[in-house]
């Protein structure tokens, strides 16, 4: 699986951005795999973010910091995975990462060690 992930930038505290995950892959079956994102500040570890499951559950669940100001959704007709980040703080800035997995216990969707596949990340930046 090949995820690359999209729609990163800078931003004014308070504003928007929305970011997308594509996936893509021989017999790929992208329903089936639990979808999450996770970010990195620097000098910090990975963090999660926000996670969707997959077949056919979607339970959601997200990271207390972001609860309220982020959501995250799929669309599996298009392979892909967004994350609509409102009310953004200086404390979001980080690089954003999308992960894919088709075995993810439920207890730990967010771990990153759950997730076998990885896109390269895009930056968010924001202002204060």
């Known amino acids: 699986v090949q995820l690359q992930a999209s729609g990163g930038g800078l931003v004014q505290a308070g504003g928007s951005l929305r970011l997308s995950c594509a996936a893509s892959?021989?017999?790929?079956?992208?329903?089936?795999?639990?979808m999450a994102w996770f970010r990195q500040a620097p000098g910090k570890e990975r963090e999660f973010v926000a996670v969707?499951?997959?077949?056919?559950?979607?339970?959601?669940k997200y990271a207390e910091s972001v609860k309220g100001r982020f959501t995250i959704s799929r669309d599996n007709a298009k392979n892909t995975v967004s994350l609509q980040m409102n009310s953004l703080k200086s404390e979001d800035t980080a690089v954003y990462y999308c992960?894919?997995?088709?075995?993810?216990?439920?207890?730990?969707?967010?771990?990153?060690?759950?997730?076998?596949?990885w896109g390269l990340g895009t930056q968010v930046t924001v202002s204060s």
């Open positions: 969707i499951s997959g077949y056919g559950r979607s339970t959601l």
């Open positions: 992960a894919a997995d088709r075995s993810v216990i439920a207890g730990l969707m967010a771990t990153p060690n759950s997730y076998d596949h």
């Open positions: 892959g021989r017999d790929l079956q992208f329903s089936r795999y639990t």
